[in-house]
């Protein structure tokens, strides 16, 4: 499967911006375990998400993930300047994990 | 502290053989699904193979199945990646990520990783 993410966004800071998180092979659910991975330059991933919803300890509480039309969808609420980075989502497909193509946010 | 450290990266030639490996530390390891995950250079993320705890499961991707070997030693906390017919493909910075649920039969998706090592086939 191939997993398709916007290549770019824009958002104000303080503002709002919805990443979407779509698949070739149907409708993203929840049986696809939707995670979410932030990624700044010269540093290592950091999972935000995972299973579709569910936040880890480090994640900033103005990060949410869901199911929006078909796709799996991160939201960042209230955006910082330290938000801007790269945003993969991944799936899991049975016995293999795909990753997004990535969505690089711009907090401008 | 959950410590991810990865090593055995380098320059290899095209058909040769690497391994990788990942030294764990932090967390009950032996308890743990884990992950090798890579990143070419300017590229997005890739997911490379996972282990269950026990590694009765393993799983990789199709870009690498047939010449990668994930592996562990649960008493030394050490994932492994044995890497053969390398190709220039393969050039990346490979990742180590630790599962983010306890137990089970399976390899759930990452929550900590580590900082990588970088592989350049060429």
């Known amino acids: 499967a191939v997993v398709t993410q916007e290549p770019s966004l824009t958002v104000s800071p303080g503002g709002t911006v919805t990443l979407t998180c779509g698949s070739s092979?149907?409708?993203?659910?929840?049986?696809?375990?939707p995670y979410w991975f932030q990624q700044k330059p010269g540093q290592a991933p950091r999972t935000l998400i995972y299973?579709?919803?569910r936040k880890h300890s480090w994640t900033p509480a103005r990060f949410s993930g869901s199911l929006l039309g078909g796709k799996a969808a991160l939201t960042l609420s209230g955006a910082q300047p330290g938000d801007e980075a790269y945003y993969y989502c991944?799936?899991?497909?049975?016995?293999?994990?795909?990753f997004g193509t990535g969505t690089e946010v711009t907090v401008l | 502290e959950v410590q991810l450290v990865e090593s055995g990266g380098g320059l290899v030639e095209p058909g040769r053989s690497l391994r990788l490996s990942c030294a764990a530390s932090?967390?009950?390891?032996?308890?743990?699904?884990m992950h090798w995950v890579r990143q070419a250079p300017g590229k997005g993320l890739e997911w490379v193979s996972g282990?269950?705890?026990?590694?009765?499961?393993?799983g990789y991707a199709d870009s690498v199945k047939g010449r990668f070997i994930i592996s562990r030693d649960n008493a030394k906390n050490s994932l492994y990646l044995q890497m053969n017919s390398l190709s220039t493909d393969d050039t990346a910075l490979y990742y180590c990520?630790?599962?983010?649920?306890?137990?089970?039969?399976?390899?759930?998706?990452?929550?900590?990783w580590g900082q990588g090592t970088t592989v350049r086939v060429s």
């Open positions: 990520a630790k599962a983010w649920k306890e137990g089970g039969d399976s390899y759930f998706g990452m929550d900590l």
């Open positions: 932090g967390f009950p390891f032996h308890n743990y699904g």
């Open positions: 282990i269950s705890r026990n590694s009765g499961q393993t």
């Open positions: 092979s149907g409708p993203v659910a929840s049986n696809l375990y």
């Open positions: 299973d579709t919803s």
């Open positions: 991944m799936l899991f497909f049975g016995d293999t994990f795909v």
